[in-house]
């Protein structure tokens, strides 16, 4: 009879019944990003142009962040690309990680608009600019507030749909580009009142605003990196695992690799629990972990002895 001896016995994945349609995903993702770079790039090109004519820091820096939104969109793309390859020896998990990586590429351009709109509404003020054809930077702006709010919703529920914790993050920032779209109006209004210097303080509150989409969107991209997931997740799988007859003791770990949550579980059994039985343990471990943690899709079983 074999049984499990050792510090150790070899780790085993098992198939499991939330099999993806990795396809239909990509497809998805795919379009997503599609749509959502023609919508931000009308919409900031119109932005561009008028901020241009009228002289308008907070519409410059609206339409700046609006025209990133784009190349972060092309990032985003390159990312699901790569993450297509297959595994190889030197990549045994394959390049699902690209995705993740994609997001660093986000946060770099957001913190770049920052800069740019922060230096250009800084020197407004201290220079006193004029702010000129306010009416259609106001028109521009309202532009900017329905686009950036219908193209955040599509890649939000794309988002989640697949799982693209890249894609959910690039959607958090096209919805507060709205909200700096709606600081660029405000301050166009200012200036339609008489407060020349409305325009410049509306262009650091955009600035603000893009600070902090970046930084919410680094957090998010930092916390994938480092392996970060909701504790939550290691507290049922170690629970359900142990409610599984013949486990007397589990410790899980889990992972994100792009949009693949990676579960494994140690389980503790009685010593001479026969390596056939042991794997049907874990089998059973997996089967039951299933219903629980319905966004596992990578399942490793390693039977210890207690």
């Known amino acids: 009879m074999h049984v499990i001896s050792g510090v150790r016995d070899p780790a085993a994945s098992f198939p499991l019944t939330t099999a993806v349609d990795d396809v239909s995903e990509r497809r998805q993702a795919n379009r997503a990003v599609a749509v959502s770079a023609i919508g931000l790039t009308l919409t900031g090109l119109i932005e561009l142009a008028i901020a241009l004519v009228s002289g308008s820091v907070a519409l410059?820096?609206?339409?700046?962040?609006?025209?990133?939104?784009?190349?972060?969109?092309?990032?985003?793309?390159?990312?699901?690309?790569?993450?297509?390859?297959?595994?190889?020896?030197?990549?045994?998990?394959?390049?699902?990680?690209?995705?993740?990586?994609?997001?660093?590429?986000?946060?770099?351009?957001?913190?770049?608009?920052?800069?740019?709109?922060?230096?250009?509404?800084?020197?407004?003020?201290?220079?006193?600019?004029?702010?000129?054809?306010?009416?259609?930077?106001?028109?521009?702006?309202?532009?900017?507030?329905?686009?950036?709010?219908?193209?955040?919703?599509?890649?939000?529920?794309?988002?989640?749909?697949?799982?693209?914790?890249?894609?959910?993050?690039?959607?958090?920032?096209?919805?507060?580009?709205?909200?700096?779209?709606?600081?660029?109006?405000?301050?166009?209004?200012?200036?339609?009142?008489?407060?020349?210097?409305?325009?410049?303080?509306?262009?650091?509150?955009?600035?603000?605003?893009?600070?902090?989409?970046?930084?919410?969107?680094?957090?998010?991209?930092?916390?994938?990196?480092?392996?970060?997931?909701?504790?939550?997740?290691i507290t049922t799988a170690e629970t359900v695992a142990t409610g599984v007859p013949g486990v007397t003791h589990a410790h899980a770990r889990a992972r994100w690799t792009g949009r693949t949550l990676r579960v494994e579980v140690e389980g503790f059994l009685d010593p001479d629990t026969a390596l056939a039985a042991a794997d049907q343990i874990g089998r059973n471990v997996a089967s039951a972990l299933v219903p629980q943690i319905p966004q596992m899709h990578n399942f490793t079983w390693t039977a210890r002895a207690a």
């Open 60 to 233: 410059l820096g609206d339409a700046l962040h609006n025209l990133s939104d784009v190349s972060t969109s092309a990032l985003v793309f390159i990312g699901f690309r790569a993450s297509r390859k297959i595994p190889t020896e030197r990549y045994p998990y394959g390049y699902e990680r690209a995705e993740d990586l994609a997001g660093i590429g986000v946060a770099l351009v957001i913190w770049g608009s920052a800069l740019v709109a922060g230096f250009e509404s800084a020197t407004k003020l201290l220079r006193h600019g004029g702010t000129g054809h306010v009416g259609w930077g106001i028109a521009a702006a309202a532009a900017g507030i329905a686009g950036n709010q219908l193209v955040a919703r599509y890649k939000l529920v794309v988002g989640r749909r697949i799982r693209s914790a890249t894609m959910v993050a690039d959607a958090k920032h096209s919805r507060l580009d709205a909200l700096s779209s709606a600081g660029a109006m405000l301050g166009l209004i200012g200036v339609a009142l008489g407060w020349g210097w409305a325009d410049a303080v509306a262009g650091i509150v955009v600035t603000g605003f893009i600070c902090h989409v970046g930084w919410e969107v680094t957090g998010d991209i930092a916390h994938r990196l480092l392996d970060g997931v909701d504790p939550e997740i």
